[in-house]
């Protein structure tokens, strides 16, 4: 069984959806959170499990789905890094790239 971590960049995916989402109904915002969490409980005992990120050529660079959501993820060892968690729709790399422009 290996470790699960959330890095502080997913949690605050994570809060940005659920702030979005209760702007309707805090109920299923709580809902979503809860679930999708729960979508990543089997990486504990199957790490590789979901499918390599399309975008990165890393085996070790993994995603599971949850909806519309990508919950992205990094095998290092006996460690799993659970690093973002983005809609589908997103060009999330795009993105990346102009922060780390800016931060240049």
């Known amino acids: 069984m ?20 209760a702007e309707d109904s805090a109920e299923m915002a709580s809902l979503f959170v ?12 199957f790490p590789l499990s979901g ?3 399309p975008e990165v050529d890393d085996p070790n660079s993994r995603e599971v789905i949850y909806g519309a959501y990508r919950i992205m993820h ?3 060892g006996n460690e ?3 690093t973002g968690v ?8 795009h993105e ?8 240049e």
């Open 51 to 53: 499918r390599m990120i």
């Open 74 to 76: 990094r095998v290092e």
């Open 2 to 21: 290996v470790k699960v971590t959330w890095a502080p960049s997913a949690l605050d995916d994570i809060d940005s959806i659920a702030r979005y989402i």
């Open 86 to 93: 983005v809609h589908g729709a997103r060009d999330w790399r």
């Open 96 to 103: 990346r790239s102009l922060n780390e422009e800016g931060n």
């Open 80 to 82: 799993v890094w659970i």
């Open 34 to 45: 809860r679930r999708l969490m729960e979508a990543t409980d089997r990486l504990q005992e």
